[in-house]
T-cell receptor, first 113, second 114 residues
Framework: DAKTTQPTSMDCAEGRAANLPCNHS???????VYWYRQIHSQGPQYIIH???NNETNEMASLIITEDRKSSTLILPHATLRDTAVYYC??????????????FGRGTSLIVHP | DGGITQSPKYLFRKEGQNVTLSCEQN?????MYWYRQDPGQGLRLIYY???????QKGDIAEGYSVSREKKESFPLTVTSAQKNPTAFYLC?????????????FGDGTRLSIL
């Protein structure tokens, strides 16, 4: 039961901004949006998360629309090392109160020279 | 450095054998998780544990078993009942599973059938 929709693949020129979109139209009021990325044959790496406000850290910026139905992850100056699969996740509460992220197929971002 | 260690990196299994994948963390995290990833797919949850001596089934627990006897260790056994075990297995941990906190992942174990 995927709660997010992402494009299958995108590409970006090195040094340019990479803008990765995510739709989460069924998000509820207290659910956060999280982004991870997975470089080939490694474990996923946490990038950033947000609830309502835009967020920025040393890796990326997260822009969430006012209605919270979509968001965009921005890598301001993409490098070749940013080539990875990017996962947009909305937190999912399992029975018993555990918060378990559900990873879809994500967006495969290729940064080219 | 603190982190999660998965071993071995590559593992081969004969038909009908059980194999155990190791996952150790020194982050003092309460919650630990096992995921399976098939080529071109996302991660699917096998088992998770909120605290020592407690664990719950995830979406695809059939053919797998776990234990959580120590806080830092969460081994996964792939039994002979798992008919298609070839996959990339990822272990993760988080400070607690009671509210959403970012997970830390190991670098995975790739299991193949001989």
């Amino acid at each position: 039961d995927a709660k997010t929709t992402q494009p299958t693949s995108m590409d970006c020129a090195e040094g340019r901004a990479a803008n990765l979109p995510c739709n989460h139209s069924t998000i509820s009021g207290n659910e956060y949006v999280y982004w991870y990325r997975q470089i080939h044959s490694q474990g996923p790496q946490y990038i950033i998360h947000g609830l309502k406000n835009n967020e920025t850290n040393e890796m990326a910026s997260l822009i969430i629309t006012e209605d919270r139905k979509s968001s965009t992850l921005i890598l301001p100056h993409a490098t070749l090392r940013d080539t990875a699969v990017y996962y947009c996740i909305v937190s999912s509460v399992q029975s018993g109160g555990s918060y378990i992220p559900t990873f879809g197929r994500g967006t495969s971002l290729i940064v080219h020279p | 450095d603190g982190g999660i260690t998965q071993s071995p990196k590559y593992l081969f299994r004969k038909e009908g054998q059980n194999v155990t994948l190791s996952c150790e963390q020194n982050l003092n995290h309460d919650a630990m998780y096992w995921y399976r990833q098939d080529p071109g797919q996302g991660l699917r949850l096998i088992y998770y544990s909120q605290i020592v001596n407690d664990f719950q089934k995830g979406d695809i627990a059939e053919g797998y078993s776990v234990s959580r006897e120590k806080k830092e260790s969460f081994p996964l056994t792939v039994t002979s009942a798992q008919k298609n075990p070839t996959a990339f297995y990822l272990c993760a941990s988080s400070p607690t599973g009671r509210r959403f906190q970012p997970q830390h992942f190991g670098d995975g174990t790739r299991l193949s059938i001989l």
